[in-house]
């Protein structure tokens, strides 16, 4: 069994690597909020647009992250950079069909979604930007799911502060016009972005070349493109891209019914959802140290300690929660304050806000053992629990928002709703199934 000291080795790094990552979208949300509504609105739905595609690469990422921290947990070090090779020629080829399919198909996908013409040609020009990053982002999430498969997540906290420091430099100068740079409102604020994500890239490929042991993890040797290999990890991971993508595109049905409330609750949505996306960094930090060592751990012979495991991190995971609802309830109008100056803005936030700390109690554990389900790698079981919930989450924010039109913070009960679901039947499959002898 892992002890408390292990795991906050390995999660404290993915904490700061995940933090890195969203500051991206925390902070295009910060400064489009002093830009116009409509700015922040069109960061809301050209981010999720983004994201939605970006997460089919996180989810083949997460199955090659499972296989990668299984042939670990053998010693079979090896093995891991066939693995990661592989996966990476099919990751970066993904991103440029996927780059070409978005270029075109933005402007009439946009304008299907988006009522709005001001919204719509704003998040027209921030997606077209935004999509370059696809070609970076692909190959960066591979190096992540190296470095985690390992253990060796310290890499992770390098490169998060390199790729936050080039995203805050460049969303100053590129949104606002500073230092002589141009003044490029939402545009700028996604090529800043790309430009992040391009550094994290380099980042990745210098630290791996001159740092890592590349003979005995086996990333020494660049063989043909081998279809068997991305068939095995496709099998693990094809039931987690479709799960990622489901669990994002959701997102954009829920921000589809609130713009057409208008746009003041579109850009409350993405100033709370923002705050959510960065409380819930130490869950999401936590559940992937659940997905790693439950993977390490059945490959080293301990499945029978894998619920001591999971419970462990469900406790930790809940008590750090603790503390940051309690901040955001104590001090809600500091915090949503990075976000605008504009009083009513942030009054219409508040409610809001206390709903999805409700919500991320909930999330705090439920989380921890949904991933514990991945890792085991029964990626297949994990889908079918997420879709089911899904498909209930779905339904009611069409007819709480669409149909019923309820205020925003009404509208956010859903997560709270989505996380105890969650909870509930990740607890009864882990608790009932046959997953102690799943073969990877």
Not at 244 to 264: D, K, N, P, Q
Not at 319 to 329: F, G, R, T, Y
Not at 335 to 343: D, K, Q
Not at 391 to 407: D, N, R
């Amino acid at each position: 069994m892992y002890t408390n000291k292990e795991i906050w080795n390995v999660t404290y790094p993915i904490f700061l690597g995940l933090l890195a990552q969203n500051v991206i979208n925390v902070t295009d949300t910060a400064f489009l909020g002093h830009v116009s509504e409509v700015a922040l609105g069109a960061a809301a739905m050209g981010g999720l647009l983004y994201i939605c595609v970006y997460t089919v690469a996180f989810g083949f990422s997460v199955g090659s992250q499972i296989l990668i921290a299984r042939r670990n947990g053998e010693g079979n070090y090896r093995a891991v950079g066939p693995v990661m090779w592989q996966g990476t020629i099919f990751s970066f080829a993904m991103a440029v069909v996927l780059l070409a399919a978005m270029y075109l198909m933005a402007e009439p996908l946009i304008r299907l979604l988006i009522t709005s013409d001001a919204v719509y040609h704003a998040t027209y020009d921030f997606f077209t930007w935004r999509i370059w990053g696809f070609l970076f982002a692909f190959v960066n999430v591979m190096f992540r799911a190296l470095y985690i498969g390992i253990t060796n997540t310290k890499t992770l906290t390098m490169n998060a502060v390199v790729m936050a420091l080039v995203n805050v430099f460049l969303d100053y100068v590129l949104v606002f016009g500073e230092l002589g740079f141009p003044e490029m409102g939402v545009k700028g604020a996604a090529l800043a972005s790309v430009i992040a994500e391009a550094s994290s890239l380099v980042f990745f490929l210098l630290y791996t070349y001159c740092k890592v042991d590349l003979k005995k993890y086996g990333l020494n040797r660049f063989t043909e493109f081998d279809w068997s290999m991305v068939g095995r990890i496709l099998h693990i991971s094809c039931f987690t891209m479709v799960q990622y993508f489901l669990s994002m595109a959701i997102w954009f049905v829920f921000f589809m019914a609130l713009e057409r409330l208008g746009e003041r609750q579109l850009a409350v949505a993405n100033i709370v959802r923002s705050v959510y996306v960065v409380m819930l960094i130490p869950v999401q930090s936590l559940s992937t140290t659940a997905n790693t060592l439950v993977s390490n751990l059945i490959g080293a012979g301990g499945t029978s300690k894998v619920m001591g495991l999971l419970n462990r991190l469900a406790r930790i995971s809940f008590v750090i929660m603790l503390v940051c609802v309690a901040l955001c309830v104590i001090f809600p109008d500091a915090i949503l304050s990075v976000y605008t100056n504009e009083e009513a803005l942030l009054q219409d936030s508040v409610s809001a806000l206390y709903v999805v700390c409700v919500a991320m109690m909930v999330a705090a554990a439920a989380n921890i053992y949904f991933n514990g389900i991945s890792g085991t790698g029964n990626t297949q079981a994990a889908l079918v629990l997420e879709v089911g919930i899904q498909i209930f989450y779905a339904l009611y924010i069409i007819i709480v928002g669409m149909v019923i039109q309820a205020p925003v913070d009404v509208c956010f009960t859903t997560e709270l709703v989505y996380y105890s679901l969650m909870l509930a039947f990740s607890f009864i499959y882990l608790k009932k199934a046959k997953w102690q002898n799943k073969k990877i």
